[in-house]
């Protein structure tokens, strides 16, 4: 699915909103990144190839080979190369043979590239927060400057993008994202109260990497 369609107009449009309304109340500057994934995986392409290439030849040589080496050699490298070029095609299949530590490093990687390349580090008071978003991975990761991390853990902000991502699953997507950004910006309003010269310092549609 491509990042920039994964929420309809109307949903753009209501986490805008949500995002103008935290930010009335707080000095803390939200910003939501979506992207369609986070690495391209190569190593899972040639690894599903293998696999379920051999085992296909392995099946095909059993029922029709007569069990042949010589027939299982050539079917197995066919498949294995064909299923390979498919593997990207088939999200499920190729996210099945990256093991689950990967996809939450590269996620968290990318996350802290797009708070670099989009700025977030920038803010006045470095009371930045991304909520980032990786379709292929099916995982969220929030990402806060300097400012907010000492006053909210690393793991205050995950159990946030857990609700995403559990949301995501659901298929209620951006109703999830809206709920824990008001979360979130219940907690930002605590510790960084809105200022009377706030200016909005970060993009409040939804950013694409």
């Known amino acids: ?49 293998v696999i379920i290439g051999c085992l296909l030849a392995l099946g095909v040589t059993d029922f029709l080979l007569d069990d042949s080496l010589w027939g299982f050699l050539p079917l197995a490298a066919t498949f294995s190369l064909l299923i390979a070029r498919l593997a990207d095609y088939l999200p499920p299949v190729k996210r099945f043979f990256v093991p689950a530590a990967r996809l939450e490093e590269m996620v968290r990687e990318q996350a802290v590239q797009g708070f ?65 950004i008001r979360r979130a910006g219940t907690v930002l309003a605590e510790h960084f109260p809105v200022r009377d010269d706030d200016i909005n310092e970060l993009p409040d549609q939804v950013m694409h990497g």
């Open 116 to 180: 670099f390349q989009q700025g977030l580090y920038k803010t006045r008071e470095a009371t930045g927060v991304l909520f980032f978003i990786s379709l292929f991975e099916r995982r969220v990761w929030v990402l806060a400057d300097q400012g907010i991390n000492e006053k909210i853990s690393q793991e205050s902000l995950q159990a946030y993008a857990a609700d995403i991502a559990k949301g995501i699953k659901d298929g209620r997507a951006a109703e999830a994202l809206c709920q824990e």
């Open 1 to 49: 699915m491509k990042s920039e369609t994964f929420f309809s107009a109307a949903e753009n449009e209501e986490i805008t909103r949500t995002i103008q309304e935290v930010e009335l109340q707080t000095s803390g500057e939200v910003a939501v990144m979506v992207v369609e994934q986070s690495d391209s995986y190569p190593e899972s392409r040639i690894l599903a190839g």
